[in-house]
């Protein structure tokens, strides 16, 4: 299962199915199922969100859809490639992790807990 780590409050915004898209300098060809790792980073500078947060853990999945320039989201930021995400799920419960830089594998035994801690609710 491929990975990405992002910042606080960002990672949040995508498992609450709130934010469909994330901005990247790099394009990917990855489709289908994405763990997003909360980083330790916290953008202090972006939208007021509730917490708490989980940090350095893998907190859900969604599924990467495309991979464009020009989505027409409000999230989007231009001379950017935009990763489309859609079916944000929470894990039942964050797996402590290290993250990288970015797209990345997660370990099967780590891919195993994602997979037993996966909600069937959505954000």
């Known amino acids: 299962m491929k990975a990405l780590t992002v910042r606080q409050p960002w990672a949040e915004l995508i498992i609450r199915g709130r934010k469909d898209v994330e901005?990247?300098?790099r394009r990917t060809n990855h489709r289908g199922l994405l763990a997003i790792h909360a980083g330790l980073g916290f953008d202090e500078h972006e939208p007021?969100?509730?917490g708490p947060f989980d940090?350095?853990?893998i907190i859900g999945v969604v599924t990467v859809v495309d991979c464009i320039q020009g989505s027409k989201s409000p999230w989007a930021l231009k001379e950017q490639w935009h990763w489309?995400?859609?079916d944000a799920i929470r894990l039942s419960k964050p797996i402590p992790y290290r993250g990288k830089l970015g797209?990345?594998?997660v370990d099967?035994?780590?891919?195993?807990?994602?997979?037993s801690r996966l909600r069937t609710?959505?954000?």
């Open 23 to 25: 901005n990247r300098t």
């Open 108 to 115: 099967p035994a780590a891919e195993r807990i994602i997979r």
């Open 121 to 123: 609710r959505k954000g």
């Open 55 to 57: 940090h350095s853990a």
């Open 84 to 86: 489309l995400l859609s």
């Open 103 to 105: 797209l990345w594998d």
């Open 48 to 50: 007021r969100v509730r």
